[in-house]
């Protein structure tokens, strides 16, 4: 019994020494890889901001390869709406949304807002990627359709086509992540409708938009935007829209909790359309939610 005792000791032993070796050097291999590969990705700023929304508009942000978000916005009525309509509790605007990554740069979007019951799609393609020792900044181009479906046919006036309900959106987003804590972004937007009221300015209207980021917390950020009108109509009303919300990550989860003077919640109706003035308190309370789906596995 002690000789086979020894024997099997003795293979451990043999075993250790002609298998162990290796693979103790596979595993310290495996390591070196996988931190090459780690400062290969880090060389790249990641994150310039939480989610693929700022407030009301896009970041530069891109979703990954095979991964389906669903986008669930939701403007209140104006908060000094006063006690009789709840201050704006009363009145709710809603957009349903999903956006799917085809790549980890190029994502494609659909939505539909309640807001004059628009239909929308998007194309997004992330083609400039900031980097320590290349470019300064992120840049990442958005283009958009929107189709107003409200008024009905039979309420349009005489001569009025269906594709006149069609508006058009096209944006360059720069960012730069400055520090962990701080983001900013420019937006470049350009607004084409094919059919506008005599009140509501030219068909194409162009607009520069500036947002940022502060993290206050691994998992919560202050957000602002603001969106500059160009070349507003003397003949009607409508205010630049400004945004504050404040990021919350959750997991698969991104919550906004945001107040902002529009209840537009794409382009046409926010960058062209806002008619609340912030500092008048024409103020909506809404939020942003995200869930993330992984709909293949990543390679």
Do not use: C
Not at 14 to 21: D, M, P, V
Not at 32 to 60: C, M, P, W
């Amino acid at each position: 019994m002690k000789l086979f005792i020894k024997s099997v000791s003795r293979l451990n032993i043999a075993f250790i020494f002609l298998f162990g070796s290796p693979v103790f050097a596979q595993d310290d291999l495996l390591k070196e890889l996988e931190k090459e590969s780690d400062q290969k990705s880090s060389a790249y700023t990641s994150q310039a901001f939480k989610g693929t929304r700022l407030i009301n508009g896009h970041s530069v942000e891109t979703i990954g390869a095979g991964t389906l978000e669903f986008i669930f916005s939701h403007r209140f009525g104006r908060l000094n709406g006063g006690l009789y309509e709840v201050y704006g509790l009363d009145d709710a605007y809603v957009r349903l949304g999903l956006e799917y990554g085809v790549t980890d740069n190029f994502g494609i979007g659909i939505g539909r807002n309640s807001v004059d019951k628009t239909v929308d799609g998007y194309l997004k393609y992330k083609f400039l990627k900031q980097s320590r020792d290349g470019a300064p900044v992120t840049i990442t181009a958005f283009g958009s359709t929107a189709y107003k479906t409200s008024p009905r046919d039979a309420d349009v006036p005489a001569g009025f086509q269906r594709s006149d309900r069609l508006a058009y959106t096209a944006q360059l987003l720069f960012a730069r992540k400055f520090t962990p804590a701080l983001s900013l972004q420019f937006m470049p937007t350009l607004v084409h409708k094919n059919w506008v009221a005599v009140n509501e300015g030219d068909n194409n209207q162009v607009a520069l938009g500036v947002g940022g980021r502060i993290k206050v917390t691994p998992s919560v950020s202050v957000n602002a935007e603001y969106y500059y009108r160009v070349n507003p109509s003397d003949a009607n009303s409508y205010k630049d829209a400004i945004g504050i919300a404040v990021d919350i990550e959750t997991g698969g989860h991104v919550f906004q909790i945001i107040l902002t003077n529009t209840r537009g919640m794409i382009e046409r109706t926010f960058v062209t359309e806002t008619d609340g003035d912030f500092f008048d308190g024409d103020i909506h309370l809404g939020f942003n939610v995200t869930r993330a789906f992984q709909l293949k596995r990543k390679q």
